[in-house]
């Protein structure tokens, strides 16, 4: 009996087990799979929403790029930069660096404009000033290399300023030759990254998301939190979007998009945190797990309710068949006997195994009932807008929990239009005629935009209920409002441009254009969608245009000048720059013709200007030169000036025409031509010999204003070294002729007094010379009578000097005369030796006798200037229409400062009682006599060397 107990027993708690299993399991498995469905969509719908962040962000940063690249290329475009002057090239690169609207601010830290062969021709910085000697060139670097060869912007990596850590990319653009299509030139432009910034930190994703940009090498180019940049950040970006480690270490959902710059790619990055890109999810797997613990709960109690209303009975019924089997009358007398008793037992076991049958059923059907709906509650419970069922008689159905954390309270039951009273979205008496209604509202209670859809649900009875779904579209709703809004922008902002805008496709179709184009054209918007856009060009021009076109989109961007045709035949020159843009996959062209008539006409009356200016100033005999007043960099030069010192144009002017200087010169004007208010003071004259030609100018100095508003000096300077060396010359000729006639003076007043005490010491000596027992007096006495001599050879000279009696001229072979001199002073210069080269083929005029005493001057002080020995030249040649004559010895020399007194009177290098000093002065006379001319040159310690130049006379 106890046996049977525990089996029966043992039967209870697994059939209570297996109950529990059949109504818990299933639930288990549906709230796994709905909660990983219900993850798995608000995962990927929250890295959907921040994708479509991440590409608007990319959108905005490369329209951003693109508006500095077309703004750049515009500039250079139509102000035609590489056909300015250094002037108009420093003012437009100006404009453009200093670039500033809305979104930009400094954006260009660095502008170079650079020639066709990398050269740097002018440096603009945001914090440094450039001269020309701080130019160079970069035709090996990579943004002058990527553009000059495939004539497309070039974007380098991200690189970051050393000093600051601001990230910056540098762009090189090519300058096309609207022409053949060649690169000019190229202009790099170093663009900082800093504007960026405030793109970001204007996105929001929730209240924990973030946005930021990474480079291809995982550096952290924009975040909201600039410290993140400057510090040098490194992030290294997943394979692919989903749950991962962010920035700040935590787990986030996470997008990224890319956005391309040319070669290069950044990366712009969105993150989430989990716990709020998942809160739904969170919230319904919270609310799955207490509705599993609350079914758990009471398919326990049910169970132990169940298995104690079934169980029990059968161990009634089995103690009561073991009773009556065991022949216990006290029970139920139907238990009595074998036959009875089992027969008792097969209805009762029919009747259970019926029973439990029908059970089961009972509860599978049950279940399976519970396990549709709640799917089916689940999905609409996950729906994120409300939806909600009305009966014909409007009352409420069902309602979701949206619809109902919306209104504050379960309304079902009740009715519909006093429930949502303020949801104003009730759908019209059509739906139950069995109609579907779809219609967009504005809710006035809450002003935000909802998307309804009204669908008719019909019942198994044929009755109708009203099924409405509402979403939330106004975010979507906002967004077309102002994308309308803007394309009304864009339209009114295009028929505002000054020029012609075009947009048409690769095959010549216009599909945009703006009020202008008709007005200047004459044509009417269906003349004008009836052409193709070379039809719009003079003959001429046709195929030229369609050359460019063609250029436009295979290299992506080009600029072309040419006729367009109006309807009235007119032809009008254009400016036509165009750039390829992609519109829903196809190819098309854009752009912005200017006219350039007043433009073509200015040029044309500027060159002409141009050309007559530098006429005048290139046909004076003058040195014409302007120079910067702060910089002293040469700004324009004359022909006179080009031939004379080379192109100087860009030096430094004390460089380029001056010699020894290492910064401004000490006699610079610059000082002299302005007033104590900085205005021009007017000319100022003077004269100054040049440093490296060694010639004299006459200058005129003035300070002016240059085209580009700058201060700038000009100096006009005439050549007046021969004027000045006839001053010169008639300087010393008036002092010889005043010194003569104090010579000639002198020498008659000492002549006589020399000559009575030349006797008187002679009478002395004879009287003495037999008498005088101390010679020494007689010693003194000659001593006396030599100095008497060598006052009377003064005096001899001087008269010789002072008289320069008018010689005797005739036709002489200057070579004889050389070499009779040469052989007359043969015993003076024995230890010297002498190198003739005697070629002059012209007789001069002159006075033999006179010009014997001039070589004789000029050898004796070349022999005295070699006390030891040494060597002399001495050659004669033709130069034009004079006969040379080049005396040099390899003596001693002239110390510099002796020079410009070897000519005077009196003036000698040797010691006293020595020579006169008149020997050179009486030289100079002499040729001077002759129409000629006498230079010396020397440097002490190295030798001197004599030039005579007398007119010639004729052939041997």
Not at 271 to 282: D, G, K, P, Y
Not at 410 to 419: I, K, L, P, R
Not at 437 to 458: A, Q
Not at 569 to 575: A, T, Y
Request: glycine fraction near 8%.
């Amino acid at each position: 009996m106890e046996g049977n107990i525990l089996k029966t027993t043992s039967i209870r708690n697994r059939l209570r087990v297996s109950f529990l299993a059949l109504a818990i399991c299933p639930l288990l498995l549906l709230s796994m799979v709905l909660s990983w469905q219900g993850y798995s969509i608000q995962k990927q719908q929250a890295i959907d929403h921040q994708r479509e962040v991440s590409e608007r962000a990319a959108n905005q940063i490369k329209h951003y790029i693109y508006s500095l690249e077309d703004e750049l290329h515009l500039s250079i475009v139509i102000n035609n930069i590489m056909n300015q002057d250094r002037n108009r090239q420093f003012r437009i690169l100006s404009g453009i660096r200093s670039y500033d609207d809305v979104y930009h601010k400094d954006v260009f830290d660095e502008l170079i404009l650079l020639d066709g062969t990398g050269k740097e021709l002018l440096r603009i910085s945001r914090t440094k000033a450039y001269t020309g000697k701080d130019l160079g060139e970069r035709s090996g670097a990579e943004e002058f290399v990527a553009p000059a060869k495939s004539g497309k912007v070039y974007y380098s990596p991200v690189w970051f300023d050393k000093m600051t850590g601001e990230p910056f990319v540098t762009m090189g653009m090519p300058i096309i030759e609207v022409r053949d299509g060649s690169v000019e030139g190229v202009v790099v432009a170093e663009i900082r990254l800093k504007d960026i910034w405030s793109f970001i930190e204007g996105i929001h994703i929730g209240e924990t998301g973030n946005v930021y940009i990474v480079d291809h090498k995982g550096m952290v180019v924009a975040h909201k939190d600039p410290s993140i940049v400057l510090k040098g950040t490194h992030f290294q970006l997943p394979d692919r979007p989903g749950i991962h480690k962010g920035l700040g270490g935590t787990r986030v959902v996470m997008a990224v998009t890319s956005a391309k710059l040319g070669d290069q790619t950044l990366y712009i990055v969105t993150e989430r945190s989990v716990s709020e890109a998942l809160h739904l999810t969170i919230r319904i797997m919270t609310i799955i797990a207490l509705l599993l613990l609350i079914a758990l709960s009471g398919a326990v109690a049910l169970g132990l309710l169940v298995t104690r209303k079934i169980i029990k009975p059968i161990e009634t019924l089995s103690r009561t068949a073991q009773s009556i089997a065991s022949g216990d009358i006290t029970k139920k007398a139907e238990v009595i006997g074998n036959d009875e008793l089992g027969g008792l037992a097969a209805s009762f076991n029919v009747m259970s195994g019926q029973l439990i049958s029908t059970i089961e059923t009972l509860w599978d059907t049950v279940n399976k009932l519970r396990e549709s709906e709640a799917r089916i509650n689940a999905i609409l419970n996950a729906f994120e807008g409300y939806i909600y069922v009305c009966s014909k008689d409007y009352r409420l159905e069902f309602m979701n929990e949206n619809l109902k954390k919306l209104i504050g309270h379960d309304a079902t039951g009740e009715v519909c239009y006093e429930a949502l009273k303020d949801i104003e979205m009730c759908a019209t008496k059509e739906i139950f005629r069995n109609e579907t209604e779809k219609r967009e509202v504005r809710n006035s209670k809450d002003n935000r935009w909802y998307y309804v859809i009204n669908t008719p649900l019909r019942h198994a009875d044929g009755t109708i209920s009203k099924q409405a779904m509402i979403m939330d579209v106004t975010e979507r709703k906002e967004a077309e409002i102002k994308l309308s809004k803007e394309r009304d922008f864009v339209s009114a902002l295009i028929d505002s441009l000054p020029g012609i805008f075009y947009l048409f496709d690769d095959e010549g179709k216009l599909l945009r254009w703006n009020k202008n184009a008709e007005e200047i054209l004459g044509y009417s918007p269906e003349e004008i969608i009836s052409r193709t856009a070379v039809d719009f060009f003079a003959g001429r021009d046709r195929e030229y245009i369609h050359g460019k076109i063609q250029e436009v989109f295979t290299k992506g961007r080009s600029t072309a000048e040419a006729h367009m045709l109006t309807k009235d035949g007119r032809e009008i020159p254009f400016l036509l720059p165009g750039l390829r843009y992609e519109i829903d996959g196809r190819q098309c062209l854009i752009g912005l013709g200017l006219d350039i008539s007043e433009r073509m006409n200015a040029e044309e009356k500027l060159r002409e200007s141009h050309r007559r200016l530098l006429t005048v100033l290139d046909s004076l005999d003058s040195l014409v030169y302007v120079a910067d007043m702060i910089t002293h960099e040469i700004l324009f030069i004359n022909k006179y000036m080009r031939d004379l010192f080379g192109d100087i144009e860009g030096r430094i002017c004390w460089q380029a025409i001056q010699n020894g200087q290492t910064g401004p010169c000490d006699f610079c004007t610059n000082y002299r031509l302005l007033d104590d208010g900085g205005k021009p003071s007017g000319v100022y004259t003077w004269e100054f010999q040049n440093t490296i030609n060694g010639r004299w100018y006459y200058i005129h100095d003035r300070a002016i204003r240059w085209a580009n508003g700058q201060m700038v000096r000009i100096e006009i300077a005439t050549d007046i070294t021969e004027h000045k060396k006839m001053e010169k010359e008639l300087l010393n000729a008036k002092k010889m002729e005043s010194i003569a006639v104090l010579a000639a003076g002198i020498a008659h007043e000492i002549n006589n007094p020399l000559a009575n005490a030349s006797l008187n010491v002679q009478i002395l000596r004879n009287r003495l010379e037999d008498n005088i027992l101390d010679r020494d007096i007689l010693r003194k006495l000659e001593a006396v009578d030599r100095n008497i001599n060598t006052a009377s050879t003064i005096a001899r000279e001087l008269l010789e000097f002072s008289r320069q009696k008018e010689a005797e001229f005739a036709p002489v072979d200057i070579n004889e005369i050389i070499e009779d001199v040469l052989m007359f002073m043969e015993h003076k210069i024995k230890n010297v030796a002498i190198h003739q080269d005697l070629k002059a083929t012209h007789l001069v005029y002159g006075d033999t006798i006179k010009l014997e005493q001039v070589f004789i001057n000029v050898l004796n002080n070349a022999v005295e200037a070699m006390p030891d020995g040494g060597e002399i030249a001495v050659s004669s040649s033709e130069i034009n229409d004079m006969v040379e004559v080049r005396v040099s010895d390899t003596g001693i020399g002239i110390p510099e400062e002796n020079l410009s007194k070897i000519f005077d009177p009196f003036f000698t290098t040797k010691g006293i009682g020595v020579g006169t000093g008149l020997g050179l002065s009486i030289c100079y006379g002499i040729i001077n006599q002759h129409n000629g001319s006498i230079d010396i040159s020397s440097l002490d310690g190295k030798g001197t060397i004599v030039v005579i130049r007398l007119p010639a006379a004729g052939d041997l």
